[in-house]
């Protein structure tokens, strides 16, 4: 994008493009886990004390990216003609049907699945991150645009500091992305043109769906995080809907800030 091109507003992404969620939840779900079997006057099962005994760190990671699984599908299939549920409703809802799955839900109560739930609210920030959103904002306005609810993400910019100057959410919209409403309301909330608007994303698909829209886009590669495969991956530089690819030798949001001129990278 040429200089005169830049946009007014950059738009981020959240989960997976600025927290790290995989060993978040995991360490999560190991330690209720933990908790759980180690509770003296819990009544469990000797099924279930022995399949969570079983449960090793990889397994509660497979947990985990099985629950970010359903997410990410809840998103892509939303249907807006019916009554919005929030992400945190919908994580509470698909946690109890994987431990059922797993063989595991007689292992938690309904405090420990409601704290679970929470546990998307509490995740860590990448460690480039907050600087680098903090040298973004010396230039541009900046906002999440997320599928998280406004209450996730209003946890997570407190938890980790971030110095985001606006939360927006897709459910403000009603939608959830890749749903050009989201887009377009995003851009329509500020009063910008969708072409002054850019979306720094660890997700080709969420960026195909903004460029679509008119977006400016910017690829934040983070490490096993995008789902698409090789040939789909080769397939997106070809098309070219990605203005700026950052790969995982370079320094994160860091290195946008330095794309777009902004002094104080290291």
């Given at each position: 994008?040429?200089?005169?091109?830049?946009?007014?507003?950059?738009?981020?992404?959240?989960?997976?493009?600025?927290?790290?969620?995989?060993?978040?939840?995991?360490?999560?779900?190991?330690?209720?886990?933990?908790?759980?079997?180690?509770?003296?006057?819990?009544?469990?099962?000797?099924?279930?004390?022995?399949?969570?005994?079983?449960?090793?760190?990889?397994?509660?990671?497979?947990?985990?990216?099985?629950?970010?699984?359903?997410?990410?599908?809840?998103?892509?299939?939303?249907?807006?003609?019916?009554?919005?549920?929030?992400?945190?409703?919908?994580?509470?809802?698909?946690?109890?049907?994987?431990?059922?799955?797993?063989?595991?839900?007689?292992?938690?109560?309904?405090?420990?699945?409601?704290?679970?739930?929470?546990?998307?609210?509490?995740?860590?920030?990448?460690?480039?991150?907050?600087?680098?959103?903090?040298?973004?904002?010396?230039?541009?306005?900046?906002?999440?645009?997320?599928?998280?609810?406004?209450?996730?993400?209003?946890?997570?910019?407190?938890?980790?500091?971030?110095?985001?100057?606006?939360?927006?959410?897709?459910?403000?919209?009603?939608?959830?992305?890749?749903?050009?409403?989201?887009?377009?309301?995003?851009?329509?909330?500020?009063?910008?043109?969708?072409?002054?608007?850019?979306?720094?994303?660890?997700?080709?698909?969420?960026?195909?769906?903004?460029?679509?829209c008119g977006f400016q886009t910017i690829y934040l590669e983070r490490n096993m995080e995008e789902a698409w495969d090789s040939e789909d991956i080769a397939r997106a530089r070809e098309e070219g809907f990605v203005d700026l690819w950052v790969g995982l030798g370079g320094s994160g949001l860091n290195e946008v800030a330095r794309y777009f001129g902004i002094e104080g990278v290291e």
């Open positions: 994008m040429p200089q005169g091109d830049f946009p007014s507003i950059i738009f981020f992404d959240v989960l997976g493009t600025i927290v790290e969620w995989r060993c978040c939840i995991a360490n999560e779900l190991n330690a209720a886990a933990q908790r759980a079997l180690q509770d003296q006057v819990r009544t469990l099962s000797a099924e279930v004390r022995a399949r969570a005994s079983d449960m090793f760190t990889s397994s509660w990671q497979e947990v985990a990216e099985e629950w970010h699984r359903a997410y990410m599908n809840f998103g892509d299939t939303y249907d807006t003609s019916k009554p919005f549920v929030s992400v945190d409703e919908y994580n509470r809802i698909s946690l109890e049907s994987i431990l059922t799955k797993w063989l595991l839900r007689g292992l938690f109560n309904e405090d420990d699945l409601h704290n679970l739930t929470l546990a998307w609210h509490r995740l860590d920030s990448h460690s480039d991150s907050v600087p680098g959103l903090s040298l973004l904002n010396t230039k541009f306005l900046t906002s999440t645009l997320s599928n998280g609810n406004v209450k996730l993400l209003e946890d997570l910019q407190e938890h980790n500091s971030l110095p985001f100057k606006h939360i927006t959410s897709a459910e403000h919209f009603g939608a959830y992305k890749p749903s050009p409403g989201v887009y377009n309301g995003a851009a329509r909330r500020f009063g910008f043109r969708n072409s002054q608007c850019c979306l720094v994303a660890a997700h080709l698909e969420d960026l195909q769906a903004a460029k679509r």
